[in-house]
């Protein structure tokens, strides 16, 4: 008994700890330092300090092995195989809603998934924050007068897109200078940001996201099958 009584309470303990270790993943924020100077650096910190994930746009990729021949796959049961007939596809619950509900229906179910996709988007830049912003561009030509105009183009493109990212996202600290450089024959750019994420929220939203995605899905499904249930029982 005292040797089942230790297991238990090991195994408790083991279950504790683990729990606790998710937890502390979920609300403790991921720091990621993203860079560019000719190429695309990205590295993801757990904890402020422990690195989990590095990228590198110039890095070699490595040569992914030929895989073998895969074997044939098992023919499937009977019972199995009428299940699968019986699910209906993204084209036919369509087909459906065209038929039960005429345009209006289709559009409807896809004003629901933008407002799902557009609700989900605003909760996941809840939990992002942008804490350091540093963008240089110093944009030339071989010509001055296409320099010129480079460079109207480029402000008339980027500060904009920086205004709407601000009120998507919590920007603390913001750096971006743009220059027209009439001795280069060509543009160059760079970045630095640091940018906190909060994997509770993420993956809350995610969460929210696929729950509102099943029950409308589901409701368009019913729909269908009853249209294809009525177009069958008239032939």
Same mark, same amino acid.
């Given at each position: 008994?005292? +040797?089942?009584?230790?297991?238990?309470?090991?195994?408790?303990? =083991?279950?504790?700890?683990?729990?606790?270790?998710?937890?502390?993943?979920?609300?403790?924020?991921? !720091?990621?330092?993203?860079?560019?100077? !000719?190429?695309?650096?990205?590295?993801?910190? =757990?904890?402020?300090?422990?690195?989990?994930? !590095?990228?590198?746009?110039?890095?070699?990729?490595?040569?992914?092995?030929?895989?073998?021949?895969?074997?044939?796959?098992?023919?499937?049961?009977?019972?199995?195989?009428?299940?699968?007939?019986?699910?209906?596809?993204?084209?036919?619950?369509?087909?459906?809603?065209?038929?039960?509900?005429?345009?209006?229906?289709?559009?409807?179910?896809?004003?629901?998934?933008?407002?799902?996709?557009?609700?989900?988007?605003?909760?996941?830049?809840?939990?992002?924050?942008?804490?350091? =912003?540093?963008?240089?561009?110093? +944009?030339?030509?071989?010509?001055?007068?296409?320099?010129?105009?480079?460079?109207?183009?480029?402000?008339?493109?980027?500060?904009?897109?920086?205004?709407?990212?601000?009120?998507?996202?919590?920007?603390?600290?913001?750096? +971006? =200078?743009?220059?027209?450089?009439?001795?280069?024959?060509?543009?160059?750019?760079?970045?630095?940001?640091?940018?906190?994420?909060?994997?509770?929220?993420?993956?809350?939203?995610?969460?929210?996201?696929?729950?509102?995605?099943?029950?409308?899905?589901?409701?368009?499904?019913?729909?269908? !099958?009853?249209?294809?249930?009525?177009?069958?029982?008239?032939?």
């Amino acid at each position: 008994m005292a +040797v089942l009584a230790a297991i238990g309470y090991g195994l408790l303990g =083991l279950l504790l700890f683990i729990l606790f270790v998710l937890l502390l993943v979920l609300f403790t924020p991921l !720091r990621a330092r993203v860079r560019y100077i !000719r190429s695309w650096q990205i590295t993801v910190y =757990l904890f402020g300090f422990l690195p989990i994930y !590095r990228f590198r746009s110039d890095a070699p990729k490595k040569e992914k092995s030929e895989p073998e021949s895969a074997a044939e796959e098992p023919e499937k049961p009977k019972d199995e195989a009428q299940k699968s007939k019986k699910k209906l596809s993204l084209r036919e619950e369509l087909q459906g809603l065209y038929e039960k509900d005429g345009v209006s229906g289709v559009i409807d179910f896809f004003k629901k998934l933008a407002a799902l996709a557009a609700k989900t988007l605003k909760r996941v830049c809840r939990f992002i924050t942008i804490r350091r =912003l540093e963008l240089g561009i110093r +944009v030339g030509s071989e010509e001055a007068d296409q320099t010129a105009i480079n460079y109207g183009r480029v402000c008339a493109a980027l500060f904009p897109s920086i205004a709407l990212l601000s009120e998507l996202l919590r920007i603390r600290k913001k750096q +971006v =200078l743009v220059q027209p450089d009439f001795t280069a024959g060509s543009s160059e750019a760079r970045m630095h940001m640091i940018v906190w994420i909060w994997p509770f929220g993420v993956v809350w939203a995610g969460l929210c996201m696929l729950i509102g995605f099943v029950a409308t899905r589901t409701v368009a499904s019913q729909k269908a !099958r009853s249209a294809v249930s009525k177009r069958q029982s008239k032939t």
